[in-house]
Nanobody, 121 residues
Framework: QVQLVESGGGLVQAGGSLRLSCTASGGTFSTYTMAWFRQAPEKGREFVAASTSSGGVTYDTNSIKARFTISRDDAKNTVYLQMNSLKPEDTAVYYC??????????????WGQGTQVTVSS
């Protein structure tokens, strides 16, 4: 019953900005990691950024770190990805992922259905 829904994708010119959102619903959550992945046509899914419940933040590359910002609103069970200075290479379907830790030894993983980001030249 747990679902993740992404929104905020669209078409933007190079150098523009987009803000993606992902909201989890269908359960009660406490300790969880939220992350963003992306998949370009005919390419594998790659990691973008992640945010832990304790405030830890990880970005895949320096290029992403310089242009993207991941944040979260735990009261809304929502994670955001602010993307600035977008490049055509950023074109992909962006997916959010939640890793929910229920005990010290067990966790559950959920994926959203993705939102399309297209950056034109």
């Amino acid at each position: 019953q747990v679902q993740l829904v992404e929104s905020g994708g669209g078409l933007v010119q190079a150098g523009g900005s987009l803000r993606l959102s992902c909201t989890a619903s269908g359960g009660t959550f406490s300790t969880y990691t939220m992350a963003w992945f992306r998949q370009a046509p005919e390419k594998g899914r790659e990691f973008v950024a992640a945010s832990t419940s304790s405030g830890g933040v990880t970005y895949d590359t320096n290029s992403i770190k310089a242009r993207f910002t991941i944040s979260r609103d735990d009261a809304k069970n929502t994670v955001y990805l602010q993307m600035n200075s977008l490049k055509p290479e950023d074109t992909a379907v962006y997916y959010c992922k939640m890793v929910l830790k229920t005990t010290t030894y067990y966790e559950y993983q959920y994926w959203g259905q993705g939102t399309q980001v297209t950056v034109s030249s």
